[in-house]
């Protein structure tokens, strides 16, 4: 099984709403990623987990506040966002953090009106 | 520094039709090399990937070959389908820190 599953896969959200992310892997792999990824362009960076802790902040603003419960499962809680958030957010895993590849789900389209 | 520089698109090619899509890449040592391919409304999938120098890559009919002595990872295919309409990445990742993704490359098939 090499599937990274996202919930919700659409999402709209107010400006003062509170919302969370979620994605699941189960190939036992240790390093998870948040990416954001706007029309047109190669998914951008936002957080890297490894082995549950957090490994690199691309400095993203605090609004987005990610969460690795275990070892399976990563969130990303949303508070306050801005209608410029609104893109497709991509959750991936890889074996460890090392020169593995990286599997990829299918996004949440966020929409913040 | 790491970067990849994709060929640019977006690419129109009749079905049958061979394709290339360029990728050129910079790194400090010996990354891994990979092209994942993203349908519309879709995550990234990967595609084919190559982890050190004249490793070949396959997958689906795609193929990639790691090139050191002229940095590049071209991909290939020689015969498209429509089905095969995408948007191409290119990527490379080194020290396992961040995969360095190219621009991505916009692929059209026409019956």
């Known amino acids: 099984d090499t599937e990274v599953t996202q919930t919700p896969k659409h999402l709209v959200m107010g400006m003062t709403n509170k919302k969370s992310l979620k994605c699941e892997q189960h190939m036992g792999h240790r390093a998870m990623y948040w990416y954001k990824q706007k029309a047109k362009k190669p998914p951008e960076l936002m957080f890297v987990?490894?082995?549950?802790?957090?490994?690199i902040n691309e400095s993203v603003p605090s609004r987005f506040s990610p969460e690795c419960p275990n070892s399976s499962l990563l969130n990303l809680h949303l508070h306050a966002l801005q209608p410029e958030d609104s893109a497709l957010y991509l959750c991936?895993?890889?074996?460890?953090?090392?020169?593995?590849?990286?599997?990829f789900g299918p996004g949440t389209r966020l929409t913040v009106t | 520094g790491n970067s990849v520089t994709q060929m640019e698109g977006p690419v129109t090619l009749s079905e049958e039709a061979f394709l290339t899509i360029n990728c050129t890449y910079t790194a400090t040592g010996y990354p891994s090399l990979f092209w994942y391919v993203q349908y519309p409304g879709e995550g990234l999938q990967l595609l084919l990937k190559a982890t050190k120098a004249d490793d070949k890559g396959s997958n689906k009919g795609f193929e990639a070959t790691y090139r050191k002595e002229t940095t590049s990872f071209h991909l290939e295919k020689g015969s498209v389908q429509v089905s095969d309409s995408a948007v191409y990445f290119c990527a490379l990742i080194y020290t396992g820190n961040q995969f360095y993704f190219g621009t991505g490359t916009s692929l059209t098939v026409i019956p």
């Open positions: 987990y490894s082995y549950e802790k957090l490994s």
């Open positions: 991936a895993s890889s074996q460890v953090l090392s020169n593995y590849e990286q599997y």
